[in-house]
């Protein structure tokens, strides 16, 4: 069966400092891949999503990267934090689109609950 | 564009009493529906989902019905518990790319 794993599951870092949440599968293979943040009480809002290995998209312009160095791997950075980037961050997977898939479900992880002070 | 409209929460109600969420959507061509629940704490988890118009999603108790006519994916359930308590979403995939276009979700509080 498929698993996501993120960690850490709890971060508190000061304005300015650098940033790097990770999230693997396991399971699967060539997953899409994705990165979600939630504000405290605020809908989902997603970030960043990967079909592939070293192929990214942004959704929102932000001080925030991604990056995926291997199939199952999926990396959030930032090189100096803003108070604003509090929340709560989601990795999700779905099954590679085909031409047969007819529902993209995504299947979350657990979060990662960063406090910037 | 596509688009996932449901009802502002939060929503209190007793325990047994009868839960309705209510959802309407916008998208081209034939969506799939989901809804998904966050408990306190943790991610999301896919509650039920419907690919095709009329189908009928149901886990837990709980049931949603994919109306093409009324654009609706309403979830219910006939007799909530403290456990119910979360934050649940309604979500819409329309195949088109490899992205889910999320509702802002609703708080539910079921009190004992």
């Known amino acids: 069966s498929q698993t996501i794993h993120q960690w850490p599951a709890t971060l508190v870092q000061p304005v300015g400092s650098p940033l790097s949440l990770e999230c693997t599968v396991e399971?699967?293979?060539?997953?899409?891949l994705y990165w979600y943040r939630q504000a405290a009480g605020r809908g989902l809002q997603l970030l960043f999503y990967?079909?592939?290995?070293?192929?990214i998209s942004s959704e929102v312009p932000q001080n925030l990267s991604a990056s995926r160095p291997q199939d199952r791997q999926f990396i959030l950075s930032s090189k100096k934090l803003l108070l604003s980037d509090s929340g709560f961050y989601l990795c999700?997977?779905?099954?590679?689109?085909?031409?047969?898939?007819?529902?993209?479900?995504?299947?979350f992880g657990p979060g990662t609950r960063l406090t910037v002070l | 564009g596509n688009s996932v409209t449901q009802m502002e929460g939060p929503v209190t109600l007793s325990e047994e009493a009868f839960l309705t969420i209510n959802c309407t959507y916008t998208?081209?061509?034939?969506?799939?529906l989901f809804w998904y629940v966050q408990y306190p704490g943790e991610g999301l988890q896919l509650l039920l989902k419907?690919?095709?118009?009329?189908d009928k999603g149901s886990n837990k108790g709980f049931e949603a019905t994919y109306r093409k006519e009324t654009t609706s994916f309403h979830l219910e359930k006939g007799s909530v518990q403290v456990s119910d308590s979360a934050v649940y979403f309604c979500?819409?995939?329309?195949?088109?790319?490899?992205?889910?276009?999320f509702g802002k979700g609703t708080r539910l509080h079921i009190l004992p």
């Open positions: 990967s079909v592939g290995i070293g192929q």
């Open positions: 419907a690919t095709k118009a009329d």
């Open positions: 979500a819409l995939s329309d195949h088109r790319d490899d992205k889910i276009i």
């Open positions: 999700a997977w779905s099954v590679a689109s085909g031409r047969f898939l007819k529902n993209n479900e995504q299947f």
């Open positions: 399971g699967t293979s060539n997953p899409n």
């Open positions: 998208a081209t061509g034939y969506p799939s």
